[in-house]
């Protein structure tokens, strides 16, 4: 591949210009030579580095793990041990989400079938299905229900970085 402008190399990956930059600005991406005008040239390695970046992404980890499995890379460690590790918390994690589901699924048929019984009884003051529901509302994952963690967009999910001293990312990433 020739070497093409970060706005041809961000149309070629299906990104944009300013998630290319972004990547940059947090060491997930190399800084690229410049042309003598100060153009940034991309290369075919940047292209395979993204695309493995993007497909990372793709299997839930964050920028944060991607940043460390290449860090582990360029420093000329083989990653497959430590992204065995992550990939084993993420299945724990997804493990217990789909219990958590799975309880909210017992629940919310639970109610159902009773409302059903119930529905000639009064209404309550805003529905008396909800409000007779014996639901547990203190258990609150980080303040989520859990459809609402397992539901979130992971562009979402990377905003909160925002608070550990690392800029904003770029909407649509």
């Given at each position: 591949?020739?070497?093409?402008?970060?706005?041809?190399?961000?149309?070629?990956?299906?990104?944009?210009?300013?998630?290319?930059?972004?990547?940059?600005?947090?060491?997930?991406?190399?800084?690229?030579?410049?042309?003598?005008?100060?153009?940034?040239?991309?290369?075919?390695?940047?292209?395979?580095?993204?695309?493995?970046?993007?497909?990372?992404?793709?299997?839930?980890?964050?920028?944060?793990?991607?940043?460390?499995?290449?860090?582990?890379?360029?420093?000329?460690?083989?990653?497959?041990?430590?992204?065995i590790a992550l990939l084993e918390r993420h299945i724990t994690r997804v493990d217990e989400a789909l219990a958590e589901l799975g309880e909210l699924r017992r629940q919310l048929a639970a109610l159902r079938a009773d409302a059903r019984r119930r529905r000639r009884e009064?209404?309550?003051?805003?529905?008396?299905?909800?409000?007779?529901?014996?639901?547990?509302?203190?258990?609150?994952?980080?303040?989520?229900?859990?459809?609402?963690?397992?539901?979130?967009?992971?562009?979402?999910?990377?905003?909160?970085?925002?608070?550990?001293?690392?800029?904003?990312?770029?909407?649509?990433?």
């Amino acid at each position: 591949m020739k070497a093409a402008t970060i706005g041809e190399f961000a149309a070629r990956c299906g990104v944009s210009a300013k998630t290319v930059r972004y990547y940059e600005s947090i060491d997930l991406l190399p800084a690229p030579p410049r042309s003598e005008g100060g153009y940034r040239l991309y290369g075919s390695e940047d292209e395979e580095r993204l695309a493995f970046i993007r497909k990372a992404k793709r299997l839930g980890l964050s920028l944060d793990e991607i940043g460390g499995v290449l860090s582990l890379h360029d420093a000329g460690v083989r990653p497959c041990d430590h992204v065995i590790a992550l990939l084993e918390r993420h299945i724990t994690r997804v493990d217990e989400a789909l219990a958590e589901l799975g309880e909210l699924r017992r629940q919310l048929a639970a109610l159902r079938a009773d409302a059903r019984r119930r529905r000639r009884e009064g209404d309550g003051r805003v529905c008396r299905i909800i409000e007779h529901a014996a639901i547990d509302t203190t258990r609150r994952r980080r303040g989520r229900s859990p459809a609402g963690a397992l539901l979130e967009v992971p562009a979402e999910r990377e905003l909160r970085v925002r608070g550990q001293g690392r800029p904003h990312p770029p909407r649509g990433l």
